[in-house]
């Protein structure tokens, strides 16, 4: 398969001994879109396993839209390059189960990709449910996020799946969550009207080996320094609050929601025991590594900024379909770090 990198191989394994019916996917065609991006090359590769592990007959379609070739070759997996903002479904073969998992989530993009990113989670949205219905797919899993959920006024308040803050549609950060908004809204629509079975995640800040470490999110551009050995650059007082979620745990959650999830509904997929404030995990990440340790520094550069001061996330009901995550801060973030010392 081509996975070379110890600390992948022992992620995709921890993954598989999930107390998961990993069985379901036996003979089963499955789509994801989105093929390169972090979560979605995660989900390829644990697939690609489980079918040697279980003997599950599976077979991959990935689509990507880059123009680049795809990092997972494997003979089950087929790989097509597609605009999925506007192209004919014909195209696709038919599959039983649809991933979609297409989104560009880095704050980098949201000033200067505003437009791509409203058609990926819209109009993607709604041409690849329009080829699930067309092929009577079994199930249609939306890959949404946290953000929708927007401001809280009393950041104390338990965010469960049923909660809505406000949402300035009008502020630059704003399309992301907006545009995920309304993928959420055009699925339900589907459910009721095509009698499809979607369901739909919510991770929050998911990370791990192969996040791109120059995506503009704090976690990334902290690993990225320490990886370089530069100083940790603060661009805020650091003092707001955020579940980090290891990518092992947030795959296994993607994983019970698509084989355990209830049809038209939603899912958090969070770590609360790993809600930490951005300065704090400034300085655990900067002193994880003992050759590697670099300063914390705060500077006036501007950037993007998130309102929010704390998501209190609630996960009481994936939790009821036997989730737990599992990676504690420590971990999950040296880890990170070994892998791209080791990479680069």
């Given at each position: 398969?081509?996975?070379?990198?110890?600390?992948?191989?022992?992620?995709?394994?921890?993954?598989?001994?999930?107390?998961?019916?990993?069985?379901?996917?036996?003979?089963?065609?499955?789509?994801?879109?989105?093929?390169?991006?972090?979560?979605?090359?995660?989900?390829?590769?644990?697939?690609?396993?489980?079918?040697?592990?279980?003997?599950?007959?599976?077979?991959?379609?990935?689509?990507?839209?880059?123009?680049?070739?795809?990092?997972?070759?494997?003979?089950?997996?087929?790989?097509?390059?597609?605009?999925?903002?506007?192209?004919?479904?014909?195209?696709?073969?038919?599959?039983?189960?649809?991933?979609?998992?297409?989104?560009?989530?880095?704050?980098?993009?949201?000033?200067?990709?505003?437009?791509?990113?409203?058609?990926?989670?819209?109009?993607?949205?709604?041409?690849?449910?329009?080829?699930?219905?067309?092929?009577?797919?079994?199930?249609?899993?939306?890959?949404?996020?946290?953000?929708?959920?927007?401001?809280?006024?009393?950041?104390?308040?338990?965010i469960k799946e049923d909660f809505y803050g406000k949402i300035n549609h009008l502020n630059?950060?704003?399309?992301?969550?907006?545009?995920?908004?309304?993928?959420?809204l055009i699925c339900n629509s589907y459910t009721e009207n095509n009698k499809l079975k979607?369901?739909?995640?919510?991770?929050?800040?998911?990370?791990?080996?192969?996040?791109?470490?120059?995506?503009?999110?704090?976690?990334?551009?902290?690993?990225?320094?320490?990886?370089?050995?530069?100083?940790?650059?603060?661009?805020?007082?650091?003092?707001?609050?955020?579940?980090?979620?290891?990518?092992?745990?947030?795959?296994?959650?993607?994983?019970?929601?698509?084989?355990?999830g209830r049809k038209s509904n939603a899912y958090n997929i969070a770590n609360p025991n790993?809600?930490?404030?951005?300065?704090?995990?400034?300085?655990?990440?900067?002193?994880?590594?003992?050759?590697?340790?670099?300063?914390?520094?705060?500077?006036?550069?501007?950037?993007?900024?998130?309102?929010?001061?704390?998501?209190?996330?609630?996960?009481?009901?994936?939790?009821?379909?036997?989730?737990?995550?599992?990676?504690?801060?420590?971990?999950?973030?040296?880890?990170?770090?070994?892998?791209?010392?080791?990479?680069?």
């Open positions: 398969m081509g996975i070379k990198n110890k600390i992948i191989c022992d992620d995709i394994a921890a993954i598989l001994e999930a107390d998961l019916p990993w069985k379901k996917f036996k003979n089963k065609s499955i789509l994801i879109s989105g093929g390169n991006g972090f979560i979605a090359s995660y989900i390829i590769k644990t697939l690609l396993k489980a079918n040697i592990k279980y003997k599950l007959g599976l077979k991959l379609i990935s689509l990507i839209r880059e123009n680049k070739n795809s990092k997972i070759k494997n003979d089950n997996l087929k790989v097509i390059k597609v605009d999925l903002a506007n192209f004919d479904n014909s195209c696709l073969p038919k599959t039983d189960i649809v991933i979609h998992a297409a989104s560009k989530a880095s704050p980098k993009y949201f000033a200067k990709q505003t437009i791509d990113i409203i058609k990926t989670n819209t109009l993607a949205t709604i041409n690849l449910l329009e080829y699930a219905k067309k092929i009577k797919s079994e199930k249609f899993l939306y890959i949404s996020s946290g953000e929708i959920y927007g401001e809280i006024e009393n950041y104390n308040s338990s630059k950060r704003s399309v992301y969550a907006e545009s995920k908004k309304l993928g959420e979607i369901l739909i995640a919510r991770p929050f800040h998911t990370y791990g080996p192969g996040v791109n470490l120059k995506d503009g999110r704090v976690f990334a551009d902290f690993v990225n320094s320490v990886v370089k050995q530069k100083d940790i650059l603060l661009k805020s007082k650091g003092d707001s609050k955020r579940p980090f979620c290891y990518i092992t745990d947030a795959i296994v959650g993607l994983f019970t929601v698509l084989l355990k790993c809600e930490v404030k951005i300065k704090d995990l400034a300085i655990v990440i900067a002193n994880l590594i003992p050759d590697k340790r670099v300063n914390v520094k705060f500077t006036k550069k501007k950037h993007l900024s998130n309102p929010l001061k704390r998501q209190n996330v609630s996960i009481e009901k994936i939790k009821s379909l036997n989730w737990f995550p599992k990676v504690g801060i420590y971990e999950g973030f040296e880890r990170t770090i070994q892998f791209y010392m080791n990479d680069y």
